[in-house]
Nanobody, 133 residues
Framework: QVQLVESGGGSVQAGGSLRLSCVAS????????MGWFRQAPGKERERVAT???????TYADPVKGRFTISQDNTKSILYLQMNSLKPEDTAMYYC???????????????????????????WGQGTQVTVSA
């Protein structure tokens, strides 16, 4: 039932900015983790940034200081603000969310951000980001 739909990608000049959005439907787990991944042609998929249920964030080294992940919990929207973009940031960007870990006391808990990538069970279709020199 969980669906993720991302948007906001496009083509920009180096040094420019983009803001990606991801609308998460029916993601009602307690705790859990949502994040952004990217994959460029010929390269391995990379975990870019994550945010957990407490608002704690993580970032891949190449984007630290330039990207900011945030979430509107009320409207179930995940954001990735990307500033000072570089050609190396060119990739398909995906939003993702972890799946069910366990249930207790009538509450469903999803996997934490410390979990491996395989625990991200819900994925969007992707949005292309292209940064030209």
């Amino acid at each position: 039932q969980v669906q993720l739909v991302e948007s906001g990608g496009g083509s920009v000049q180096a040094g420019g900015s983009l803001r990606l959005s991801c609308v998460a439907s029916e993601y009602t787990y307690s705790g859990g983790c949502m994040g952004w991944f990217r994959q460029a042609p010929g390269k391995e998929r990379e975990r870019v940034a994550t945010i957990d249920g407490d608002g704690s964030t993580t970032y891949a080294d190449p984007v630290k200081g330039r990207f900011t992940i945030s979430q509107d919990n009320t409207k179930s929207i995940l954001y990735l603000q990307m500033n000072s973009l570089k050609p190396e940031d060119t990739a398909m960007y995906y939003c993702a969310a972890t799946g069910l870990a366990f249930e207790y006391g009538g509450t469903s808990y999803a996997y934490q951000c410390s979990s491996p990538d395989s625990d991200f069970r819900y994925w969007g279709q992707g949005t292309q980001v292209t940064v030209s020199a």
